[in-house]
């Protein structure tokens, strides 16, 4: 159904939320970066709503590792058969790799799944920000399809992973509008496989075209948004129309400029639209902000499990004194 135009300025959608345009005046903060974390948690303190938008950067903040001595340790069979090239340097790249069946692409990508989603935990950094977040109103918009937030404890309805998720499939055409779990199948897959390969039985099959089957990762147009991506998506809008006049913090979190569109781009529309909204934006790089903004927005350019951590305990120092 085409969006009608909001003229109203009352109900928001996640496709009116998505539309936005490159700032031209970006700057980076010359503010000392004590005072940048002053002024950030001063913002999530006057705020009744907190809308979270969460990029990869967020994961490898709390931990996450994709590339290096990891990636060598645990795919080095994968490594050794398919050379040390381009691909098989770290999970990200590996995955793109074009492989000549479904049992080596499975053979792979049982193990990428599983180490970057359901066996990834780093919980910690994220715990400690919901932690300071406590009592208020709060909403997570997130590229990352590892499920950390859930993990640690936050609730999954209030949660709009737009990505899709590694503990899921899809038909690789998009066939049907469904998703299936997969964990435990990645499991028997893992378990099973020899120099690289899954077992021919093993290979999934879509259940209504009987073609190839993927992961549940937006890549393509053939990404299924299933009945659980569109509950998100409609409940995330709500949030979006309940906190229009309302004191509300968009919290960024290690969104850099691979897809600004999803999460930074509308986020500096929304800003310019709403005059009750401050912006928080944390990345250890590319945290700069539009300076026709920057009485409204702070950009902290630091280590974000630092950053977060000072600003959760400048939170938490300032509930103990109120109270
Ligand atoms: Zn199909």
Redesign the pocket.
């Known amino acids: 159904m085409p969006d009608q135009p909001n003229r109203t300025g009352k109900k928001m959608t996640f496709r009116r939320f998505l539309s936005a345009d490159y700032a031209r005046d970006y700057v980076y903060a010359d503010e000392p970066y004590e005072e940048q974390i002053a002024r950030a948690a001063g913002y999530i303190r006057d705020a009744d709503y907190v809308l979270l938008g969460v990029g990869a950067g967020m994961s490898a903040a709390a931990g996450a590792e994709y590339g290096g001595a990891f990636f060598r340790e645990h795919f080095a069979e994968f490594i050794a058969r398919y050379g040390d090239n381009g691909y098989m340097r770290d999970m990200y790249s590996a995955g793109f790799y074009p492989f000549p069946d479904e049992e080596s692409r499975w053979g792979l990508w049982c193990r990428l799944a599983l180490l970057a989603g359901a066996d990834l935990d780093v919980t910690p950094l994220h715990r400690t920000l919901l932690d300071a977040l406590d009592g208020k109103k709060r909403f997570i918009l997130s590229t990352n399809a590892d499920g950390q937030f859930e993990k640690a404890g936050f609730p999954p309805e209030k949660i709009f992973a737009t990505q899709g998720s590694y503990d899921r499939i899809q ?1 690789r ?1 998009g ?2 509008p469904k998703t299936y779990h997969a964990v435990e199948l990645f499991r028997r897959m893992d378990a099973a496989q020899r120099d690289t390969r899954i077992p021919a039985e093993l290979v999934p099959k ?1 259940p ?4 190839p089957m993927a992961m549940n990762l937006r890549s393509d147009e053939h990404f299924v948004e299933d009945e659980d991506w569109h509950a998100a998506e409609a409940r995330f809008g709500d949030f979006l129309t309940e906190c229009a006049d309302k004191r509300t913090v968009l919290l960024e979190l290690g969104v850099g400029f691979n897809t600004p569109t999803i999460i930074r781009l509308p986020f500096e529309k929304l800003l310019r639209e709403r005059e009750n909204l401050r912006l928080v934006r944390l990345g250890r790089s590319k945290a700069v902000i539009p300076a026709s903004l920057a009485d409204r927005a702070v950009a902290v350019g630091a280590d974000m499990a630092r950053s977060i951590g000072d600003i959760a305990e400048r939170l938490t120092a300032g509930t103990r004194t109120i109270r």
Not at 208 to 211: L, P, R
């Open positions: 038909c055409r066939c049907h879509c209504v075209c009987g073609g």
